[in-house]
């Protein structure tokens, strides 16, 4: 089974550009979530979504940040403009259904540096 | 009072020994329990759900306790592999999962 596929691995950018985040969950996950992980920390949710509809995205800072999972299998997270403190991993995470004992299945994460 | 809460460590332990920590959790109603393992600079990996009658796998124990709001990871002759961060993670009434910050492990030779 292939699993979540994150791209980039790395990004380096200046305060006030944007940033784009791809991921492709595991083929038949219904359920696709966005971490921003910081360093020393545990992954806080940005915005989970079932198929392409938006279950919670209550921690999203929306001035900035923005997510789509249009056909309801990959998706993209973006950031515009960044902050230094957005500085972090972005984790994408999909399971089969949420709120089932199924585990969550993590991609690599993409590193952002905000500079 | 946070919703979940965990020791940060790091927890020091020499090969071989038993080591164990907790996680408490504030929403009574929680439902599912799980430990997450992250190795340094990469993404979470389930370890094993928690059951309430406890469970364990090899040398790995996870428990309840649903009276005192906690739930516990045993590691029995731990190994140097086993240094990682331990996240603890539940399923709150609204079917979302919290996490917690994580304990960090470090097994010494």
């Known amino acids: 089974e292939a699993g979540v596929a994150q791209s980039p691995r790395y990004k380096i950018i200046e305060k006030r550009q944007s940033v784009a985040f791809w991921c492709n969950p595991i083929?038949?996950?219904?359920?696709l979530y966005w971490y921003q992980q910081i360093l020393g920390q545990g992954p806080k949710l940005l915005i989970q979504?079932?198929?392409?509809?938006?279950?919670?995205d209550s921690q999203l800072p929306k001035d900035r940040f923005s997510a789509e999972r249009l056909k309801g299998v990959d998706s993209t997270l973006k950031i515009q403009p960044a902050k230094l403190e957005d500085s972090a991993v972005y984790l994408c995470?999909?399971?089969?259904?949420?709120?089932?004992?199924?585990?969550?299945?993590f991609g690599n994460g993409t590193r952002l540096t905000v500079t | 009072r946070k919703e979940v809460e965990q020791d940060p460590g790091p927890f020091n332990v020499p090969e071989g020994a038993t080591v164990a920590f907790n996680c408490t959790y504030s929403?009574?109603?929680?439902?599912?329990f799980f430990w997450y393992r992250q190795d340094c600079r990469k993404e979470p990996k389930l370890l094993m759900s928690?059951?309430?009658?406890?469970n364990e796998d090899g040398r790995f124990t996870a428990q309840l306790n649903r009276a005192s709001q906690y739930i516990s990871l045993l590691i029995r002759d731990s190994k140097l592999s086993d240094s990682a961060t331990y996240l603890c993670?539940?399923?709150?009434?609204?079917?979302?999962?919290?996490w917690g910050a994580g304990t960090k492990l470090i097994i010494k030779p």
């Open positions: 995470a999909s399971t089969v259904r949420a709120g089932s004992n199924s585990p969550l299945h």
């Open positions: 083929s038949g996950h219904a359920t």
């Open positions: 979504f079932q198929n392409n509809g938006v279950v919670d």
């Open positions: 929403n009574s109603a929680s439902q599912s």
């Open positions: 928690v059951y309430s009658s406890g």
């Open positions: 993670v539940f399923l709150d009434s609204n079917y979302q999962l919290i």
